[in-house]
């Protein structure tokens, strides 16, 4: 081993020389630095100006309680800006999920609610949505169970539904309408509702006539025993609560003397009465 005598100086470090860059160093650092804010700001200036996405505001449509199909059609046409008949001819083809009964006929079952309605949305999707959400409903087992209480099948529970829709005057009134379509249904008797004969001569309105009675259609509850070939409307759940739990009662008649004020009665008598005031409030029409 080597030893160092204390008369040796320490070893001299040479000062470090700063590094100076050639003119050429100099102008390859300045576009080296150039070309890191270029690539900076392209990266950068997008982020500031590309606009958001935002998904399309669905607009609504409003489906009421009691809208026959060629209502909810016109409904639709109007929401989606098709030509009139659209949908009516879509209708047919919408493959919809329909019990057998309704032999391809959607009515009853484009159930009354809010839909969404966008750019994207045919006739046939909205449709499908309709029936879809009616089978949701009708299928639950609460209705089911009602149905076979009452020696009906859904299908028909959904056409009593329709028929006390357009005839009760006031929801109260839904279950003892309900009861007199079971109390007759269960007699042999016919309806005799004029909402059935309404359907037929597609109108509105509280006036029949002799003449309304004796229509040659399958509608016609005056002429016909039993429910009509299907429903007449689409029918809301209070209406569907109705057909399956009608209030108890032995009422036969109905007649909605004046707003509010229906009347029901088992005596054929005190119907014709009711029937005469209800003629006189309306100006002795009938």
Same mark, same amino acid.
């Given at each position: 081993?080597?030893?160092?005598?204390?008369?040796?100086?320490?070893?001299?470090?040479? /000062?470090?020389?700063?590094?100076?860059?050639?003119?050429?160093?100099?102008?390859?650092?300045?576009?080296?630095?150039?070309?890191?804010?270029?690539?900076?700001?392209?990266?950068?200036?997008?982020?500031?100006?590309?606009?958001?996405?935002?998904?399309?505001?669905?607009?609504?449509?409003?489906?009421?309680?009691?809208?026959?199909?060629?209502?909810?059609?016109?409904?639709?046409?109007?929401?989606?800006?098709?030509?009139?008949?659209?949908?009516?001819?879509?209708?047919?083809?919408?493959?919809?999920?329909?019990?057998?009964?309704?032999?391809?006929?959607?009515?009853?079952?484009?159930?009354?609610?809010?839909?969404?309605?966008?750019?994207?949305?045919?006739?046939?999707?909205?449709?499908?949505?309709?029936?879809?959400?009616?089978?949701?409903?009708?299928?639950a087992d609460?209705?089911?169970?009602?149905?076979?209480?009452?020696?009906?099948?859904?299908y028909q529970?959904?056409?009593?539904?329709?028929?006390?829709?357009?005839?009760a005057d006031?929801?109260?009134?839904?279950?003892?309408?309900?009861?007199?379509?079971?109390?007759?249904?269960?007699?042999?008797? /016919?309806?005799?509702?004029?909402?059935?004969?309404?359907?037929?001569?597609?109108?509105?309105?509280?006036?029949?006539?002799?003449?309304?009675?004796?229509?040659?259609?399958?509608?016609?509850?005056?002429?016909?025993?039993?429910?009509?070939?299907?429903?007449?409307?689409?029918?809301?759940?209070?209406?569907?609560?109705?057909?399956?739990?009608?209030?108890?009662?032995?009422?036969?008649? %109905?007649?909605?003397?004046?707003?509010?004020?229906?009347?029901?009665?088992?005596?054929?008598?005190?119907?014709?009465?009711?029937?005469?005031? %209800?003629?006189?409030?309306?100006?002795?029409?009938?």
């Amino acid at each position: 081993m080597a030893h160092e005598t204390p008369d040796s100086p320490p070893p001299v470090t040479p /000062p470090r020389r700063r590094t100076r860059l050639t003119r050429r160093g100099r102008l390859t650092l300045f576009l080296g630095s150039l070309l890191v804010l270029a690539v900076a700001a392209a990266v950068l200036v997008p982020l500031l100006t590309r606009e958001t996405k935002t998904e399309e505001t669905a607009r609504t449509l409003v489906i009421p309680e009691g809208r026959r199909a060629t209502q909810v059609y016109e409904a639709v046409d109007q929401a989606l800006g098709v030509p009139a008949g659209t949908t009516a001819s879509a209708a047919p083809t919408s493959d919809l999920p329909l019990p057998g009964a309704a032999k391809g006929n959607p009515e009853g079952y484009l159930y009354p609610a809010t839909y969404p309605v966008t750019s994207a949305t045919t006739p046939k999707s909205l449709l499908r949505y309709m029936t879809d959400t009616a089978g949701r409903h009708f299928g639950a087992d609460h209705i089911t169970a009602g149905a076979r209480r009452n020696d009906v099948t859904v299908y028909q529970t959904v056409t009593i539904a329709s028929i006390v829709q357009a005839e009760a005057d006031t929801g109260t009134d839904m279950g003892k309408v309900a009861r007199v379509i079971h109390n007759r249904l269960d007699r042999g008797m /016919p309806l005799q509702m004029d909402s059935t004969l309404n359907y037929a001569l597609n109108r509105s309105t509280l006036d029949t006539t002799t003449g309304d009675t004796k229509l040659d259609s399958p509608y016609n509850s005056y002429a016909h025993k039993g429910l009509p070939p299907t429903p007449i409307g689409n029918p809301g759940e209070q209406a569907m609560t109705a057909a399956i739990t009608p209030t108890p009662g032995p009422w036969l008649y %109905f007649v909605t003397v004046a707003p509010g004020d229906t009347r029901f009665t088992d005596d054929y008598a005190e119907q014709q009465r009711n029937v005469a005031e %209800f003629n006189r409030n309306r100006g002795g029409g009938g």
